[in-house]
């Protein structure tokens, strides 16, 4: 322990990972910790076969932007799009998403031609 009476992260005891990230990610500001808790959200809201699907690429402002991998899923999560978004804010906060934009990831052209 320190002379304030926390944990010294080194040296001493084991310390839990969750000791660690909670604190390191909250000094990133709130932001990053309400992404980060938004990407644990998402799985929970949509469940695990539609987010092998899609992913969050990120939160502007209160803009939840998603990747996903085909038309059909966007499609989808557009239509759907409202439900998701009052099921995130149940869990994140009332106005963390007001907006959802679903856009398909194109796959990246190779720089080599075709042979």
Do not use: C
Not at 5 to 23: H, Q, Y
Not at 54 to 67: D, T
Request: charged share 25%; proline share 3%.
């Amino acid at each position: 322990m320190t002379d304030d009476g926390r944990r010294s992260i080194r040296g001493g005891w084991p310390v839990k990972i969750g000791e660690l990230i909670g604190p390191a990610l909250g000094s990133m500001g709130p932001r990053v910790w309400t992404e980060a808790r938004l990407r644990k959200a998402w799985v929970d809201a949509v469940g695990e076969q539609v987010s092998s699907h899609a992913h969050v690429r990120r939160l502007r402002g209160s803009v939840l932007e998603i990747f996903v991998t085909s038309d059909s899923w966007a499609t989808e999560l557009t239509y759907l799009a409202q439900t998701l978004i009052e099921r995130l804010n149940a869990e994140l906060g009332e106005g963390t998403v007001t907006q959802l934009v679903v856009q398909r990831k194109r796959r990246q052209r190779s720089s080599q031609g075709p042979r």
